[in-house]
């Protein structure tokens, strides 16, 4: 057995999304009127076995976002356990 | 006012993920064991004016989500509203 956990990590608000910004324009050339913003940030889902899974999980993801998943400088990032 | 919701794309369960695989092995390289595997897909947070978001809300996204946020060849999406 295994365990599954989700890291989402979102660019800062103060942050530019120009990759979101092209999508917002996109959608309204496609007719999707009132989208009044679109954010682009990262799913991550991490599947870890049993052993690695046990006691301090939550604390485990949280280094490992700060060290590899996210930039902390412009990223922030939510841990799902 | 506004309001927001938020798609998760995800590469199909059958698709190789080169990007989760370089995550999972650079994981182990810091010292982080018992990872049996990273998937990486897209968090995407669409913000609506309330006149956008009233009916068929859900309907909209996944209009939106099959027409350009998603490729549904090679991605799954889940709509929150």
Chains 1, 2 share one sequence.
Do not use: W
Not at 5 to 24: F, H, I, N, Y
Not at 33 to 56: F, P, Q, T, Y
Request: aromatic letters at 2%; hydrophobic letters at 45%; proline letters at 2%.
């Amino acid at each position: 057995m295994s365990k599954k956990a989700t890291v989402l990590v979102r660019l800062k608000s103060e942050v530019l999304d120009p990759q979101g910004d092209a999508v917002k324009r996109a959608l309204a050339r496609q007719g999707f009127s009132g989208v009044v913003s679109v954010r682009i940030g990262k799913l991550i889902e991490i599947e870890l076995e049993d052993s690695a899974a046990s006691a301090g999980l939550t604390e485990k993801l949280q280094k490992m976002s700060d060290e590899l998943l996210a930039n902390p400088v412009i990223e922030d990032y939510e841990v799902l356990v």
